[in-house]
């Protein structure tokens, strides 16, 4: 293998100084403990269990709202959504009228450690199982950003890659599937083996999550065939830091059906029709996952003066957990104030919000519906190969976030 | 062994079908999921695993504040702090304006299953750690109940037993010790070997969590001793049920010393003087776990008036996470209407709120500042020994409780 830069580099005012060895971030989409829990029970991960022996395992605080993009986001920038910009999938831009979307990364307002780090002469690789989450995660950046979703369309002047099928030794997946996020592991070994990449992030998809809970056959064989992947990439020398975006949870009534609460339907029956706008930031183009439905909504309202008492209805609500202004939002939440509603509103374990039962398409489900969005799915897994030195055992103990990630996998490692 | 009692019974509502089983339920005070992945991990707690295998493993939601008390008291009433009226150790009565302290039956509004069970004809036992809890849990209760702390001074009359010592084997433990929480599994391991008991309530202490992190050896070896007595439960033909009362996090700065928010303080300081009185109901007389911080407080404000104003400047105070009037409290934490503040004040996984530093001794902690009491100590382990039937996996997918456990662990067993 060629030699590796050690070359420090910084992003957002952190500061990164990597060994010599390759590093390798993954984010675990959707994977809340419980799958952890439950397929080490069974002794099928292995390798994330010497893991967690040799290194490190525990807990950490996700990003709100518990949503892909914009954990992605945080993960590669090592900044909450407050200072990066990504607020979720949509937003309502009230001066022009328009729900945006914001897959792209002329809305990101942060630079990313892995442009600083290819800066730095480290041969950079992302792969993400998505083909929406590539442009924000290779923004400015030099070296390989390929999809699994479309791994057969890389080509080098665009991807920095081509052959991508040849290079991994498996066809491009169907994103509903395990493969996606499998073959996205395969190739983040697959570009270690051949020198392709020394620093590598791995952002996986939640689809299986999604249709399987935890001690669903799918679900045990998933995790053990990524902890297959994740032995090699041990074998190959490398650190291993692995988070998720956000956790992951049933959210039916008794009888197995959606428990959802229709967020401006209740409010126009309440405080009259015509006054309100519920968007719903985990809305995107892939809707077999949730129909459009997670425990985080925003809402804006026409009459101003009327915040403060929606606000106070909405709190006592049965279902509904948490519901701040803008200005609380902003601090309790970290969110970007211009991106957000005159509302926030989270829901329970068990619940989601959404908008009217027309926007939401139940029928593609795959399966019951498990999603995320809220409160409930913030708190997530955090597992390093490498023991922490004692500034980062430290910080563990503290707040430690998931954007962290990189940070504890680079600075933590460090002897 | 003598028959056991299959007679159906119920309390507060809840029916439960028991099996003649012994059945027994653990509450493993302060027992963060991270403690049994940690132990786990390091193969060394075969038999907590046997059941995650055979039986269930999961998460569960408990009741707010993240206290002792009041996740006790939910344990055996099956209902919450709503319902059965125990909101921490004190409550401020403003009526009579005298703080009160809350460790007495007296100020239990809801029967308890466990009285309700011997009622039917089980040999009911409560082993608990601390005195200050069997009052509470034994509750117009025929049967055994002793704590760890005095279990020398047990008698028949008063206690349903006497000779606990000789039973169990094993001297009356100092309660800053992990033989206090073994003392207890070990008493009800002695009580089903002597046909003494067949349905037990076993609840330890958390002195050890809140001085050791779960990681620390002192930590793992306690957690595999209780493992060893959870077998001989098993062993012993048993259906055993094991929750928290809470969870557990470091609550201290970069620099290791505590990360404490002076609410009295902070109010006074912004808004004048003499106008608040906050009550920090995790206080009690065992002061080297904790020093009365944790991560919950209510506040009274004089003024009734300015409660908005106050509430909105909280909100948005770093540290502070949540903060509710008492109308939405009484709603989304599930508090007694009369036994709160006008303010309920949650603060980060990382932070504790307190009075003012001279209510608050931390000279006399056995480590660095652990705790609990908020948002990030409500989610916690359960694991039950037996396969659940269909009706309750479909109900550990939805918004399952910690006080459902004994529902789980009796009527979720039964084929």
Not at 40 to 55: C, E, Q, S, V, Y
Request: charge should be negative; aromatic fraction near 8%.
């Amino acid at each position: 293998m060629s030699s590796i830069s050690r070359q420090a580099f910084s992003a957002n005012g952190i500061n990164y100084q990597p060994s010599a060895k390759p590093i390798v971030v993954i984010c675990m989409d959707g994977s809340a403990d419980e799958y952890l829990d439950t397929t080490m029970a069974f002794d099928r991960m292995p390798n994330l269990k010497k893991m967690a022996i040799a290194g490190y395992r525990g807990m950490v605080r996700g990003a709100l709202p518990s949503f892909t993009n914009v954990n992605n986001s945080s993960i590669v920038t090592g900044v909450s959504p407050a200072v990066h910009g990504i607020s979720g999938n949509f937003f309502y831009d009230a001066a022009k009228d328009q729900e945006v979307m914001m897959n792209s990364a002329e809305y990101l307002r942060a630079e990313t450690l892995l442009a600083a780090a290819a800066n730095a002469g480290r041969k950079v690789a992302v792969v993400t199982a998505k083909e929406k989450l590539r442009d924000i995660l290779s923004h400015k950046m030099k070296g390989i950003a390929i999809s699994a979703e479309k791994a057969n369309q890389a080509k080098s002047e665009t991807h920095g890659v081509a052959g991508v099928e040849e290079i991994v030794g498996h066809p491009t997946p169907v994103i509903y599937s395990a493969d996606a996020s499998l073959f996205v592991l395969r190739a983040g070994v697959a570009f270690i083996e051949k020198g392709l990449a020394d620093f590598l992030y791995l952002s996986l998809t939640d689809y299986m999550q999604h249709t399987y809970a935890p001690d669903a056959e799918e679900s045990l064989a998933f995790y053990e065939a990524m902890d297959a992947e994740i032995g090699k990439l041990l074998q190959l020398g490398a650190i291993v830091g692995a988070t998720a975006d956000h956790g992951m949870n049933a959210k039916v009534k008794a009888d197995g059906s959606p428990n959802v609460l229709f967020v401006e339907d209740m409010l126009e029956e309440k405080f009259g029709e015509n006054g309100f706008r519920v968007i719903c930031p985990i809305t995107d183009p892939y809707v077999k996952h949730h129909g459009a439905l997670g425990s985080y909504v925003v809402v804006h309202v026409n009459d101003k003066t009327k915040i403060n008492e929606i606000k106070n209805w909405l709190a006592i609500q049965p279902g509904i957990t948490e519901v701040y202004d803008k200005a609380t939002a902003v601090r309790v939440l970290e969110q970007p104030e211009d991106r957000i509603g005159d509302l926030v509103v989270l829901s329970g374990r068990d619940v989601v919000v959404g908008r009217r039962p027309q926007y939401h398409d139940l029928s593609a489900l795959d399966g019951t519906l498990r999603s995320h969005g809220g409160r409930y799915e913030e708190m997530v897994p955090m597992v390093i190969s490498h023991p922490l030195n004692a500034a980062y055992k430290m910080k563990a103990a503290g707040d430690p976030r998931n954007f962290d990630i990189f940070d504890f996998t680079i600075n933590g490692t460090n002897a």
